[in-house]
């Protein structure tokens, strides 16, 4: 069994000596003090010491914690917003890189296409001649002219694209009417400076024009004198713009039939037209002195084309200044991007029936 002592210096090595070192100490107050209030109030002060203590601890131990949580709570509404915001950004960004892969894709079809053409035309294969050295058809004689509508036009579609794209992420982020007004307006600016550019050509040779040589074979297909016929262009647009009011049902039915009339007018002024070169072409075939003078008059008759052509580029845009008095500007934007969707996917279509093609042969 362990003395006093050896326990005592125990203690002080685990610091459990100074607590009772210091009740001795009261104890010698309590013996030392003849007053009885002198040990009660030293009683009385320590314990108003360690009340203090306790509490300067516990308010201390708990305001950090209170400060610490309203400093987190805007930290972490910030980082949800951040996070929405990269969310929305990425999204954004594939869907770019995507379009920009398309448009790049349908510009390497395209390019294709047209070094095949080129390579046609050196090589004669849709060249005719006579002799007396004019040319029919695609000749080596190229028209500067029409070289360079086809160099506008090439321009042309690239902006219309990009403003595709930009209407579609209008329509997307739900902009304002007059923000998308002025997006609405610079898109039929836009067709107005192709029906200008159409005009110049048709000066330089209408024939050109009217074939639609500077347009793929898809857009060929479906052309009338040089472009879109206003009234199916009418038909495709219409489930696009529903709901419409049943006033705007009257005026879009109403300029659908008047551009079918004015169709149907250029149309027997072609056909007739198509007659009189005929009559003029075969009148006399078996006598060859007057074939000069036929085709001197052949050639004048096919002035009147580029009247034709004019007349019906002026009922396209006619047909389109209206549709956008009668639509609101949202079903305007929504008809503007519906109509370049639809030339696109034409031209689209032209790319990948002739690479198949080209992969065939």
């Excluded at 990269?86 to 349908?106: D, I, T």
């Excluded at 160099?151 to 739900?174: D, G, T």
């Excluded at 007349?311 to 305007?332: F, G, I, K, S």
Aim: with cysteine; net charge negative.
């Amino acid at each position: 069994m362990s003395s006093p002592s050896s326990q005592l210096a125990t203690l002080r090595r685990m610091s459990i000596y100074e607590p009772f070192h210091q009740i001795s100490m009261w104890g010698d107050t309590f013996h030392g003090d003849a007053s009885p209030n002198t040990g009660s109030s030293t009683i009385v002060q320590v314990d108003t010491r360690l009340d203090n203590q306790t509490e300067y601890l516990s308010h201390n131990s708990v305001e950090p914690s209170r400060s610490d949580q309203e400093a987190n709570k805007p930290s972490e509404k910030t980082q949800r917003r951040l996070a929405q915001n990269r969310e929305a950004a990425r999204k954004s960004r594939l869907r770019k890189k995507a379009y920009v892969q398309q448009l790049e894709s349908s510009r390497l079809k395209l390019a294709q296409l047209e070094q095949e053409l080129d390579r046609a035309r050196r090589q004669g294969i849709y060249t005719g001649s006579t002799s007396d050295g004019s040319h029919f058809g695609l000749s080596g004689n190229i028209n500067p002219g029409i070289t360079a509508f086809e160099m506008e036009y090439s321009h042309w579609v690239e902006e219309q694209n990009r403003q595709i794209y930009e209407l579609h992420n209008a329509l997307q982020k739900h902009i304002t009417d007059i923000e998308l007004r002025i997006l609405v307006e610079n898109g039929l600016n836009h067709y107005n400076n192709l029906f200008r550019m159409k005009a110049d050509a048709a000066k330089a040779d209408v024939l050109s024009l009217i074939s639609g040589m500077w347009r793929t074979s898809t857009e060929r297909f479906f052309q009338w004198i040089g472009g879109f016929r206003p009234s199916e262009l009418l038909n495709i647009l219409m489930p696009q713009l529903e709901p419409l009011t049943e006033q705007q049902l009257i005026d879009v039915c109403n300029l659908r039939q008047s551009s079918q009339q004015a169709e149907d007018a250029l149309q027997q002024g072609i056909d007739k037209l198509q007659q009189s070169l005929v009559q003029i072409i075969t009148e006399d075939q078996l006598s060859s002195g007057i074939y000069q003078s036929q085709m001197v008059a052949a050639a004048e008759k096919l002035e009147a084309l580029e009247s034709f052509a004019n007349q019906a580029d002026h009922l396209r845009q006619q047909t389109m200044q209206q549709m956008y008095r009668v639509l609101t500007t949202r079903q305007a934007a929504r008809a503007l991007l519906a109509l370049g969707e639809y030339f696109h996917r034409l031209r689209a279509l032209s790319s990948l029936w002739a690479a198949q093609h080209l992969e065939s042969a």
